[in-house]
T-cell receptor, first 113, second 114 residues
Framework: ETGVTQTPRHLVMGMTNKKSLKCEQHLGHNAMYWYKQSAKKPLELMFVYSLEERVENNSVPSRFSPECPNSSHLFLHLHTLQPEDSALYLC????????????FGNGTRLTVT | GENVEQHPSTLSVQEGDSAVIKCTYSDSASNYFPWYKQELGKGPQLIIDIRSNVGEKKDQRIAVTLNKTAKHFSLHITETQPEDSAVYFCAASRAKAAGNKLTFGGGTRVLVKP
């Protein structure tokens, strides 16, 4: 059982829809991350939150909007996505500071039609 | 930025044999190198990590070596078992106070044949 829980596990949405992905960590960590995993490509870092402040936005299009209301919860709000945005979206958490290991959730499989 | 290359992309081994996966990185300031295992339908799970002040680390059947001069690191799995079949990812980061921003390799699909 992972200490990082992502919901929903699967999501199908049209290009004009608005949806949100949710991540919750039960590990007492204070940094949270969104990664995108596409077929045939390495995992891509999208956003990093450290102590609830966004410290990294890795050139992600504005149709992806993250939110971190507290150190245990992370959201990814989606709107007007493109078919190429279909991928597995992974949330991770870690302690802030130095080389703390990342712990991943099982991801949300997103399909944009 | 950092760039991590991983080889091979697929690896098939007989049960009981050893498996070796190699990664190279580009940023000489990177100082943290984890390895993750990802099974079907699950997220990546950390299996071992090494920091730049150490050349080798072992945990039961798994070992990782780091060559800072050559900027490469390797994962060694001995006495492979069918449950070792998965996709393995290496990663590197220049760990900072505000988050640990990992750059991942492209992954190696390992198949252990019984």
């Amino acid at each position: 059982e992972t200490g990082v829980t992502q919901t929903p596990r699967h999501l199908v949405m049209g290009m004009t829809n608005k949806k949100s992905l949710k991540c919750e960590q039960h590990l007492g960590h204070n940094a949270m991350y969104w990664y995108k995993q596409s077929a045939k490509k390495p995992l891509e870092l999208m956003f990093v939150y450290s102590l609830e402040e966004r410290v990294e936005n890795n050139s992600v299009p504005s149709r992806f909007s993250p939110e971190c209301p507290n150190s245990s919860h992370l959201f990814l709000h989606l709107h007007t996505l493109q078919p190429e945005d279909s991928a597995l979206y992974l949330c991770a958490s870690s302690q802030v500071g130095g080389d703390s290991p990342l712990h991943f959730g099982n991801g949300t499989r997103l399909t944009v039609t | 930025g950092e760039n991590v290359e991983q080889h091979p992309s697929t690896l098939s081994v007989q049960e009981g044999d050893s498996a070796v996966i190699k990664c190279t990185y580009s940023d000489s300031a990177s100082n943290y190198f984890p390895w993750y295992k990802q099974e079907l339908g699950k997220g990546p799970q950390l299996i071992i990590d090494i920091r730049s002040n150490v050349g080798e680390k072992k945990d039961q059947r798994i070992a990782v070596t780091l060559n800072k001069t050559a900027k490469h690191f390797s994962l060694h799995i001995t006495e492979t078992q069918p449950e070792d079949s998965a996709v393995y990812f290496c990663a590197a980061s220049r760990a900072k106070a505000a988050g640990n921003k990992l750059t991942f390799g492209g992954g190696t699909r390992v198949l252990v044949k019984p």
